[in-house]
C-alpha cells in the first residue's frame, strides 16, 4: 500500500519555524520528484516546493521562496519541509505528494498566529 503520513505541523507564532515530516512507503521514494502542496482556508492548493529525485535541486513558489526549504532522505523515505519566517498567510494544510499529484498524505495543519 503508498502510504505518505505528513507530522510536523502545530501552533507557532509568527516568525517562527516548523519542520514538516513525510514518512513514505510503498513506492520508489528515490525515483520520484517529490512536492510539498498546501491549502488555506477557503482556498485552493497551491505548490509550494519541489526536489528532484536525488536531491539537490529545488524549486519553490514566489510565496515561499526564501523561507521554505524541501529536501529528502532517500535512505529512510522521507521527504522534509523547513519552515521559518512563518507568516499567518502560511495557516494551511500542508501535504507531501509525488511530481505528478498520484500519491499524497492525508497532510499536516500548520496554524501560525499569536
Known amino acids: 500500500q503508498v502510504q505518505l503520513v505528513e507530522s510536523g505541523g502545530g501552533l507557532v507564532q509568527p516568525g517562527g519555524s516548523l519542520r514538516l515530516s513525510c514518512a513514505t512507503s510503498?513506492?520508489?521514494?528515490?525515483?520520484?520528484?517529490m512536492a510539498w502542496v498546501r491549502q488555506a482556508p477557503g482556498k485552493g492548493r497551491e505548490w509550494i516546493a519541489e526536489?528532484?529525485?536525488?536531491?539537490?535541486?529545488?524549486y519553490y513558489a514566489d510565496s515561499v521562496n526564501g523561507r521554505f526549504k524541501i529536501s529528502r532522505d532517500n535512505a529512510k523515505n522521507i521527504l522534509y519541509l523547513e519552515m521559518n519566517s512563518l507568516k499567518p498567510e502560511d495557516t494551511a494544510v500542508y501535504y507531501c505528494?509525488?511530481?505528478?499529484?498520484?500519491?499524497w498524505g492525508q497532510g499536516t495543519q500548520v496554524t501560525v498566529s499569536s
Open positions: 505528494a509525488n511530481e505528478l499529484l498520484q500519491y
Open positions: 510503498g513506492f520508489t521514494f528515490r525515483s520520484y520528484v
Open positions: 526536489i528532484n529525485s536525488g536531491g539537490g535541486s529545488e
